[in-house]
Nanobody
Framework: QVQLVESGGGLVQAGGSLRLSCAAS????????MGWFRQAPGKEREFIGS????????YYADSVKGRFTISRDNAKNTGYLQMNRLKPEDTAVYYC????????????????WGQGTQVTVSS
């Protein structure tokens, strides 16, 4: 069983930055690929991006490409989502998820999910 805890959400003005963290309670964190998702009120969950086990490969949704960066520190069992040039439409609950398999596909399945952290971008 893997537990994930997101942190770092909050309120930020448009154009600002936030870094979300996702701490995993598992010794073999490097055996898990990580994905990031978000869900805005009244909308379906949206794939943001994913990163491979070692961090050597990452994929991003077009909506965040060039503004968001996913990284990980396997020594700290933590993944990160750096969000720059935030827009009001980025307002959502953000989730991290992990799975042993990795494809980078937006429709990939993830076995374990965090509880989410709210990000609100004011205009």
């Amino acid at each position: 069983q893997v537990q994930l805890v997101e942190s770092g959400g909050g309120l930020v003005q448009a154009g600002g930055s936030l870094r979300l963290s996702c701490a995993a309670s598992v010794r073999t964190f490097s055996s898990y690929a990580m994905g990031w998702f978000r869900q805005a009120p009244g909308k379906e969950r949206e794939f943001i991006g994913s990163i491979s086990w070692s961090g050597g490969s990452a994929y991003y949704a077009d909506s965040v490409k060039g503004r968001f960066t996913i990284s990980r520190d396997n020594a700290k069992n933590t993944g990160y989502l750096q969000m720059n040039r935030l827009k009001p439409e980025d307002t959502a609950v953000y989730y991290c998820a992990v799975d042993r398999d990795y494809s980078g596909r937006p429709d990939a399945k993830y076995a374990y999910w965090g509880q989410g952290t709210q990000v609100t971008v004011s205009s």
